[in-house]
């Protein structure tokens, strides 16, 4: 069985903001007001030092984040192309028939008809919908769009994603 992802990476510090310590973030996440409830975070490898939000809001696609302690430019310089982790208790919670992408990866996937196409190896995400992207044998891949019509079923006890493929979709 995979080992479950303990932590989820959220955004990227990408800059400064003004003289008072504040920074720029990048999100990662596919609900940028999720920053919203952040209360708390983790930077880079460090998994145990925790550092706190003091205030949230948002300028276009960006996160500006006040973080306690930092308060000046150079203090926030030195957290600049840094990642943000949250640990999963942590993490938003999902609503019936959502995952998270590091729990699929690595699950069977089955056509209708019980024929093994693959292992899920990778999710694009698009605005329009997500596409799963399956490894098959050898070499082979197949872009499977994730919407219900073509993946009616997803069991994640099982670990097993069941795709209902159109003509030239496994060719």
């Known amino acids: ?67 306690k302690d930092i308060d000046t430019v150079e203090m926030a310089e030195k957290l600049r192309d840094k990642f943000m982790y949250v640990s999963r208790e942590n993490s938003r919670e999902l609503e019936d028939g959502e995952y998270f992408i ?12 019980g024929e093994r196409v693959g292992t899920l190896k990778e999710v694009l995400q698009y605005a329009a919908n997500d596409v799963y992207v399956v490894k098959g044998n050898e070499e082979q891949e197949y872009l499977i769009p994730a919407v ?15 795709i209902d493929p159109i003509k030239g979709m496994l060719d």
Do not use: A, C
């Not at 069985?1 to 996440?29: A, D, P």
């Not at 590091?102 to 008809?113: A, C, E, K, Q, R």
């Not at 219900?148 to 069941?162: A, Q, S, W």
């Open 102 to 113: 590091s729990d699929m990866i690595g699950i069977d996937v089955f056509t209708v008809n």
């Open 1 to 67: 069985m995979k080992e479950k992802v303990t932590h989820f990476k959220i955004g990227k510090i990408v800059n400064t903001q003004g003289l008072k310590g504040e920074v720029r973030v990048y999100s990662l996440t596919d609900d940028i007001n999720r920053f919203d409830d952040l209360e708390t975070f983790y930077l880079g490898k460090d998994l145990e030092k925790q550092w706190i939000v003091e205030k949230v809001r948002y300028k276009g696609n960006m996160v500006i984040m006040k973080i």
């Open 148 to 162: 219900m019509k073509f993946v009616p079923t997803i069991d994640m006890k099982e670990r097993k994603m069941i």
